[in-house]
Structures are given as structure tokens and as C-alpha cells.
């Protein structure tokens, strides 16, 4: 059922249906590639093929040194040996977060295959040269952009025009200008997600969903040749 059914009272609101599931494909322990990060790579490439609008969008998950948690969409922007990379200003609330407590849950969802990936780590910071790198490749409004944005705080109606502005200014950029020599803020730069648990959620008629969950096996050597333990997990 593709058509969902919501019945709303003055003060309520019930979903009453929900879209059923039906992948083609199965996972199991003995079908899935021994590293999570290679079947991510598999599935991701999948995804990209196949056509899902932004394949890329994750859920990021952290939470203060108390507990408390936040989720917001963000983008991937590299897989390595380690693991997940995405790029933010480290004065935001997500970084504040990870400075604070630093694990992070990153959540893929690419309904049009009906397949999710989730994954838990630690995190660490890039290093200044993976960041210098990426953000040469980044267009030169979202150069200025990351200047301009002191992201997470609050700001005036039209303080971030202004502030763009002066950076168009300051950096000699003309608003046709497609490329610029704009240098990376020190405040602005990636975070690397280092999994520790990841899992495979392909899915099924009456959520009898596929589950695969890969856990890092306690005293792998290192971060970028670890060992998992691989199962299946009741829907």
C-alpha cells in the first residue's frame, strides 16, 4: 500500500497504514562482504546507479556530554579506510557535540530501494590538509558561505547578507566569479565517523525485514584492517 491513511481528531493525529516493503534481493551473514565498509561502497554505488535523489544525505546523531541527543541531515562527502567524512563549521552545535561527547550515529535511507545502512562510532577531526583539499573543490559561493555562516547562532534579518558581503569583498570575489583562491576557515572542517557497529536493513512485506549487523571485534589491530563479528537480526 502505497496511499497512506491518517485519521485527525481536533487534538490528535493516527497514521493508519503504512507503505509496504517488498526488495527483491535478500542479505544474509553468508552473502554479505566481510567488511561493512566494502558492502557499503557496494551499496552505495547501487543507490547512485539506480537513480535515488541524494544518495549522499545521511542522518547525523549526537548528543551533549549529559545525554541529550539531536539528529539533522547532512551530507557524505568520503569513505576511507577509517570511515565516514563530512564537513561542518566546528563552532556549530553538531561539532560542540562531538567535542563534547565524541561518538556519533549516522543513518543512510534510500527508500526507492527500500534499504537503509546505519552506523555507529567514535569521531575524530580531519586533518587540516583533507580539509584544505576538499574545500578547494567546493564552489566559491559555498567557499564564501562557509565565512559568512556562524552556523547554529542566532542572527539578525539581514546580518548574514551583510556578512556575506564583506567576504565577497574581502576575498575580491564579483558575484559571476565561478572559481577564487578563498582559503579555508580555521574554524570550519571535517569529522571522520570511525564505525564500531554498522547494519544492512533491506526491506520486506510485513516487516519481516533483512537485518545485517557488523560489530568491530574488541582488540582489532587497527582502525583501518579491524575484524566483525557478522549476524542477522530479527526484523
Known sequence: MDQMEVAETTDTLHVRSHVQYNAPDHITPTNIH?????????W?????????REPDAMSLSTATASGIPSSRMVLFKQLDKRGFVFYTNYTSRKSKELEENPNAALLFFWREMSRQVRIVGRVEKVSKEETEAYFKSRPVGSQ???WASKQSS??????LAARLKKFHDRFGVTEDAHERDVPAPEFWGGW????????????KPSRL??????LRVNGSVSDEEPQWNIDRLSP
Open 34 to 42: 566481510r567488511s561493512p565498509l566494502e558492502q557499503f561502497h557496494i
Open 44 to 52: 552505495f554505488n547501487d543507490a547512485r546507479i539506480a537513480g535515488v
Open 144 to 146: 564564501l558561505g562557509a
Open 154 to 159: 542566532i542572527i539578525g534579518e539581514n546580518d
Open 192 to 203: 571522520r565517523v570511525i564505525p564500531n557497529e554498522m547494519e544492512f536493513w533491506l526491506g
Open 209 to 214: 525485514h533483512d537485518r545485517i549487523r557488523y
